[in-house]
């Protein structure tokens, strides 16, 4: 008898303890796919997967640029021997570019990649939803980058090519009935568009530089107000509310949105490189030193540390930048 009720004891106990295990295994992993239903910023999977492109980035060396999607789930990293790394989602394929070579530039998009090579001719990988096939016919290249659904590039004729969702495409709106709904002066807008020297998209927008240094934007989400310039531009950015351009006197500034202090309260000087996150901005110092202002919620703007920087890449929820011996810093999550 005593045998017989130690075993059921020990057995009530065991069904006890399997059951509370099962409580908190539901309790754990629970919110992560109630997340994946609901849009909720918890998700364990996006942890797990941030954790692993983190520790694949810490590998990364010999780098001379880097760039993050647009939705921050992958990396990709330029090499000093022109062939590009890339870290993250690879759902659809969009980090396959191992056999890349001969890359000058890198521009992370949507679920894919686009890379600009040296003959001036762009590669691109990944299977977004829409099409890109178009890239592969393009050539004579001075400029590329990727969109949220569109990829745009200027050649150096100065002709701006497009590849992806239309509603994005300059030129469908220059053969639309828009003279008096959209361009103020339709045909000095034409000039324009088809006489560019550099391009930066962030989602929804386009920042576009013309051959004379003027600059415009186009986009569907408003930066603001872009302010009238009198110095010449050396370079800029655009995000998802803000614009941003650096002088070639080496000041700085940043103009829309300033609900998170992204638009600096002062004139930042002694700048060799900016870029812009989706709430804050971050600013290379030319003594190679990191400056940043805005949202810290993931400790993107934790810089003030970084030495011997000569590029950064400010992502929507990190900051990244590369010392002058190759190394990658990261501030912030990735993923």
């Not at 509310?241 to 829309?256: I, S």
Request: proline letters at 1%; a negative charge.
């Amino acid at each position: 008898m005593r045998k017989c009720a130690v075993f059921e004891l020990k057995h009530t106990v065991s069904i006890l303890a399997l059951f509370l295990c099962l409580c908190f295994l539901t309790s754990f992993f629970a919110p992560a796919a109630f997340a994946a239903d609901k849009g909720l910023d918890f998700d364990l999977i996006s942890v797990i997967n941030s954790l692993g492109t983190m520790e694949i980035l810490g590998t990364w060396d010999n780098l001379v640029s880097v760039s993050v999607s647009v939705n921050g789930d992958f990396v990709l990293g330029l090499k000093d021997d022109g062939t590009v790394l890339a870290a993250g989602r690879n759902d659809r394929g969009q980090c396959n570019v191992s056999d890349w070579s001969d890359i000058t530039k890198i521009s992370a998009g949507n679920a894919y990649s686009l890379g600009l090579k040296s003959d001036g001719t762009a590669l691109c990988a990944g299977i977004p939803d829409y099409d890109l096939t178009g890239i592969s016919l393009w050539e004579n290249l001075r400029d590329i980058d990727a969109g949220s659904c569109f990829a745009i590039g200027a050649s150096n004729s100065g002709e701006q090519l497009f590849a992806g969702c239309g509603e994005f495409d300059i030129n469908l709106w220059f053969q639309a009935d828009t003279a008096d709904k959209v361009w103020e002066n339709k045909e000095d807008e034409i000039r324009f568009w088809n006489s560019l020297a550099a391009v930066r998209t962030a989602g929804d927008n386009i920042l576009a530089l013309d051959s004379n240094g003027e600059l415009r934007y186009f986009g569907f989400t408003a930066v603001g107000d872009m302010p009238e310039f009198t110095k010449t531009i050396a370079d800029f950015d655009v995000s998802h509310y803000n614009g941003a351009v650096l002088f070639d006197d080496g000041t700085a500034l940043v103009w829309g949105d300033n609900s998170h202090g992204q638009c600096p309260s002062f004139e930042p000087n002694g700048i060799s490189q900016l870029s812009l996150g989706a709430s804050h901005s971050v600013f290379l110092r030319s003594d190679g030193t990191v400056f940043a202002c805005g949202n810290n919620d993931f400790g993107q703007r934790d810089v003030s540390h970084w030495q011997n920087v000569c590029f950064i890449e400010a992502g929507d929820t990190c900051t990244l930048g590369i010392t002058q011996d190759g190394e990658l810093l990261v501030a912030g999550t990735i993923g």
